[in-house]
């Protein structure tokens, strides 16, 4: 089947500009999650989604990131009043309940704050 | 100290060598280990996971855990170029909250010379 879709693949926006990142999960995956990776750097967890219940947004860098899901499928990722910092690439992860936490990540999006 | 340390490399070995990958987690209450391989520019990919101490072997690959010494491995046999990427190592703590997060090393770079 599909596997995790992300959109936009790619996203330039200037510094105080709002952007929304979106991440489509394997149909059925009921745990999502979302990285942040720096270049050169592994992936840094942000926020995870059992459903639609956020239980965990440890990560989020500042009140400026936000993610959110609904319905327990599509999830976005906002971020506000970007800035150069935030410069990255954002990976979304989905996860079955019962694969003991296997995760299978999206292509990813590169954003780019001028 | 980082929660997940690995030498970041640059790892080099000539074509059908062993190729070595090591790593070593703060958290003693850890429960599963990940090994993901991450060619540039893509998105990190699932190769091997490890939950109880001793060798696990699949095809090429053999991933190593030992709890008490809060290390873990991945050997890879009869290395070939296209296994040249950043190997990332990732850990699934202890539970806390339901969190079910990944922290991920820095990852290691592994060329293999034809």
């Known amino acids: 089947g599909a596997g995790v879709s992300q959109s936009p693949r790619y996203k330039v926006a200037k510094r105080g500009q709002d952007v929304a990142l979106r991440c489509d999960p394997i149909?059925?995956?009921?745990?999502l999650f979302w990285y942040q990776q720096a270049l050169g750097q592994g992936p840094e967890f942000l926020t995870y989604f059992q459903n639609e219940a956020q239980l965990d947004k440890s990560g989020l860098p500042s009140d400026r990131f936000f993610a959110e899901r609904p319905e327990g499928s599509v999830s976005t990722l906002k971020i506000q009043r970007t800035q150069q910092e935030d410069s990255a690439v954002y990976l979304c992860a989905s996860s079955p309940r019962t694969s003991l936490n296997e995760q299978f990540f999206g292509p990813g999006t590169r954003l780019t704050v001028l | 100290q980082k929660e997940v340390e690995q030498n970041s490399g640059p790892l080099s070995v000539p074509e059908g060598a062993i190729a070595s990958l090591n790593c070593t987690y703060s958290?003693?209450?850890?429960?599963?280990f990940f090994w993901y391989r991450q060619y540039s520019g893509k998105s990190p990919e699932l190769i091997m996971f490890i939950y109880s101490n001793g060798d696990k072997e699949d095809g090429r690959f053999t991933a190593q855990l030992n709890k008490a010494s809060q290390y873990v491995s991945l050997l890879i046999r009869d290395s070939q170029p296209s296994d040249s990427a950043t190997y990332l190592c990732?850990?699934?703590?202890?539970?806390?909250?339901?969190?079910?997060?990944?922290?991920f090393g820095k990852g290691t770079k592994l060329t293999v010379n034809p």
């Open positions: 990732a850990v699934r703590g202890s539970f806390q909250g339901g969190s079910e997060k990944l922290v």
């Open positions: 149909s059925g995956h009921v745990s």
């Open positions: 958290d003693r209450g850890s429960q599963s």
